[in-house]
């Protein structure tokens, strides 16, 4: 991940998964619940740093160095990015299958592809637009 990217607020329902520094800089981790009506909770969320019970609040930034890594419980939301300074990070996740169209609950509305204004046909198509 470059300085700048992030992989925006998401949860699942089925999927547990570790997310892994695998070197380079800092890589931070936000979580936070949500109840039944979209309203986020203010109580403390416990995670699992290299096995570790690790408590934050809401939003509260966790820091993974180079080989550390956080287990994600699932209905747990949770985004990442490089710590701003700390140079591009290698992210790597380790999880059960990974169910793309069903299983990733963003917290706002992303798209799974950007949108792309043609102004040609397209020379390599995606699997997409065949
Ligand atoms: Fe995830």
């Given at each position: 991940m470059q300085e700048g990217q992030e992989i925006p607020f998401h949860s699942h329902k089925i999927k547990l998964e570790d997310i892994i520094n695998r070197g380079g800089g800092d890589l931070a981790i936000e979580f936070l619940e949500i109840d039944n009506n979209n309203k986020q909770l203010s109580k403390k969320i416990t995670v699992l740093v290299d096995g570790e019970k690790i408590e934050l609040d809401p939003h509260e930034p966790l820091i993974l160095k180079k080989g550390q890594s956080v287990t994600v419980e699932r209905n747990i939301f949770h985004r990442f990015y490089s710590v701003k300074g700390s140079g591009m990070v290698m992210a790597g996740e380790v999880s059960q299958v990974n169910d793309d169209n069903n299983d990733n609950y963003f917290l706002e509305q992303v798209g799974r592809f950007s949108q792309i204004q043609e102004?040609?046909?397209?020379l390599h198509p995606l699997w997409n637009e065949v």
């Open positions: 102004d040609e046909p397209p």
